[in-house]
């Protein structure tokens, strides 16, 4: 199976700010990311599954629509990372003594309030086993030697490049998943 990821377009949101589950509108129209997320592509994808948070999920119908599908599924499982008490709050803002210590430890460690990259892991993955990773799910069988879209954020994305190229998540962010990029695995 091809897995095919795709991270959505970029937000409203200022630079410096801390989002991840924050509902932010898109910057420009869908139609432009779409149009490059459709020149990176081979062939099209057979199914499309997406990040319920709209800044994703307007990106995958907006794909589906061209691509002919009826429609999207979405998966809570692949919602960005949860920085609880730090989202919508500047990174410049937030206490020095919790953002140092996250930043070391951005794998164990949680913003007050969130969840820890181990946990995003947790479920992200439990979302691959489901849909690829485990050789008796009907799920695989139907999708045996097809291509399978998942629209979702960086932090996702990271974790299911790391777990698909043996890549420790402590090298996770010097992955580059920049807004509407294509990773094909």
């Not at 992200?124 to 879209?149: D, S, Y």
Request: hydrophobic residues 40%; contains cysteine.
């Amino acid at each position: 199976m091809e897995i095919i990821l795709v991270r959505h377009p970029e937000t409203i949101a200022p630079k410096g700010m801390c989002y991840g589950s924050l509902d932010l509108e898109l910057k420009d129209p869908v139609e432009i990311t779409r149009e490059r997320v459709i020149q990176n592509l081979t062939d099209r994808p057979d199914l499309i599954i997406a990040s319920p948070l709209p800044r994703a999920k307007k990106l995958a119908d907006s794909l589906a629509e061209y691509f002919n599908h009826k429609e999207v599924k979405t998966d809570d499982r692949l919602m960005e990372m949860h920085f609880g008490d730090w989202e919508g709050k500047m990174w410049d803002e937030l206490p020095k003594y919790e953002t140092k210590h996250w930043m070391k430890n951005f794998v164990t460690a949680n913003a007050p309030n969130g969840e820890s990259f181990l946990e995003l892991e947790k479920r992200v993955l439990h979302f691959a086993e489901e849909w690829w990773l485990h050789p008796t799910n009907p799920k695989i069988q139907n999708l045996e030697n097809r291509r399978l879209m998942i629209v979702s954020h960086s932090a996702p994305i990271r974790v299911l490049i790391c777990q698909r190229q043996g890549i420790p998540l402590a090298q996770a962010f010097k992955l580059n998943v920049d807004f509407g990029s294509v990773t094909i695995l």
